[in-house]
T-cell receptor, first 108, second 114 residues
Framework: GEDVEQSLFLSVREGDSSVINCTYT??????LYWYKQEPGAGLQLLTY?????DMKQDQRLTVLLNKKDKHLSLRIADTQTGDSAIYFC????????FGAGTRLFVKA | SQTIHQWPATLVQPVGSPLSLECTVE??????LYWYRQAAGRGLQLLFY??????ISSEVPQNLSASRPQDRQFILSSKKLLLSDSGFYLC?????????????FGQGTRLTVV
């Protein structure tokens, strides 16, 4: 069945880059997503990438996709304390399957 | 524009009591609807999804059930809550295209079973 895996925690210093990694199993997924969850709130879409792309850049965010290895990563440049949240990788298809979420801690 | 409403925001219920969480979507028709649970310290688990009125698919066996009495209404229920039902419940919708699309989430319900 479908499965999305990601590490549970990441800690970085303010101003450094954060890289959150994810692996997925469903090679038919056309879209792959990164969602952000603020404390006590629902999830909001952060960015997404089409499966025919290798990279997408959106301001401080860079998404890299390696289809061969089914590996997705999210890089946040110049990480700020406001970036502290849980980041979910997800693959989109008939139903969206989410990873367990990576909790990003940003130390001032 | 589309909006999703989920209520209540917080709920404290005793073990053995019933549960009803409601979710409604506005501004779209025939959405895919989802119930997710996020247990403390754990990830997001898909509980139920629905592609249409009266059509419910369960992803994991559990003490909960879901119903879709109207196109844009999704209800999560239980007849008797267990302590293990505590968690953060999120309702979501997507447009339901076959090739994948963004999921939009409600603000969530924090359920504590005592």
């Amino acid at each position: 069945g479908e499965d999305v895996e990601q590490s549970l925690f990441l800690s970085v210093r303010e101003g450094d880059s954060s890289v959150i990694n994810c692996t997925y199993t469903d090679s038919s997924s056309t879209y792959l997503y990164w969602y952000k969850q603020e404390p006590g709130a629902g999830l909001q879409l952060l960015t997404y990438i089409f499966s025919n792309m290798d990279m997408k850049q959106d301001q401080r965010l860079t998404v890299l996709l390696n289809k061969k290895d089914k590996h997705l990563s999210l890089r946040i440049a110049d990480t700020q304390t406001g970036d502290s949240a849980i980041y979910f990788c997800a693959e989109g298809g008939f139903k969206t399957i989410f990873g367990a979420g990576t909790r990003l801690f940003v130390k001032a | 524009s589309q909006t999703i409403h989920q209520w209540p925001a917080t709920l404290v219920q005793p073990v053995g009591s019933p549960l009803s969480l409601e979710c409604t979507v506005e501004g779209t028709s025939n959405p895919n609807l989802y119930w997710y649970r996020q247990a403390a310290g754990r990830g997001l688990q898909l509980l139920f999804y629905s592609v249409g009125i009266g059509q419910i698919s369960s992803e994991v066996p559990q003490n909960l059930s879901a119903s879709r009495p109207q196109d844009r209404q999704f209800i999560l229920s239980s007849k008797k809550l267990l302590l293990s039902d505590s968690g953060f419940y999120l309702c979501a919708w997507s447009s339901g295209t076959a090739y994948g699309d963004e999921a939009f989430f409600g603000q969530g319900t924090r359920l504590t079973v005592v």
